[in-house]
């Protein structure tokens, strides 16, 4: 069955510093991933997808993700951190030609100012 | 990237009544999808929404409880029936843009309190 991993519930990070959000999916085929961020109180934003080429995707504000196949991973990653990013963030995989999506947990972004 | 509309944003209702959800999009659609949001929690699918079809709902999640119309390609609607306070959650109307994507965008969500 398909699934979606991410270890971290909530992670802290201090304004100007690194970032790397971790996904983790099962699933029996190439799959789409995506990463979407929901900010308090607001719907859910695409910030990127990975369906296939390149394995290093980038996506909005500064956002980029990599695909690993080897690892099934999908980690998110931002080199420098803003305090506008603190939200909650989800990794989803969807299945080609159903539309279904499946979600992580989601990770809870805090930005230290 | 289509725009996603949601009626209400937000509501309190009394346990035991309905509410209506309203998802409007400014294209035509194929598909629609309906998610729920638990407090805490992730999204989880309660159902897919193609207009000329019966909705198809996901394990868990029957048709007397959430029942949803698709009368057309940019409008939706769920019901969430006879309310109790474990119904309280936001809930995500979201659209797949097709056109070979197999992208979904999402409304910005109804908050529902069930007092």
């Known amino acids: 069955a398909q699934s979606v991993t991410q270890p971290d519930i909530h992670i802290t990070v201090s304004e100007g510093a690194s970032l790397e959000l971790r996904c983790n999916y099962s699933?029996?085929?190439?799959?789409?991933l995506f990463w979407y961020v929901q900010s308090p109180g607001q719907g859910l934003q695409l910030l990127l997808k990975y369906f296939s080429g390149d394995t290093l995707v980038q996506g909005i504000k500064g956002f980029e993700a990599e695909f690993k196949r080897s690892q099934s991973s999908f980690n998110l990653r931002k080199p420098s951190v803003h305090w506008s990013d603190a939200a909650e963030y989800f990794c989803a995989v969807g299945a080609l030609n159903t539309g279904k999506l499946i979600f992580g947990q989601g990770t809870t972004l805090q930005v230290k100012p | 990237s289509a725009v996603i509309s949601q009626k209400p944003s937000r509501d309190i209702c009394q346990r035991g009544t309905s509410l209506t959800i309203q998802c409007q999009v400014d294209s035509q659609v194929t598909m629609m999808f309906w998610y729920r949001q638990q407090p805490g929690q992730s999204l989880t699918l309660i159902a897919t929404a193609n207009q000329g079809s019966e909705a198809t709902y996901e394990s868990g999640f029957v048709i007397d409880k959430f029942p949803i119309s698709r009368p057309n390609l940019t409008f939706s609607t769920l019901t969430v029936s006879n309310m109790s306070p474990e119904d309280s959650s936001i809930y995500l109307c979201?659209?797949?843009w097709g056109r070979g994507t197999d992208t979904q965008y999402f409304g910005p969500g109804t908050r529902l309190t069930v007092l």
């Open positions: 699933y029996g085929a190439t799959p789409y």
């Open positions: 979201s659209v797949d």
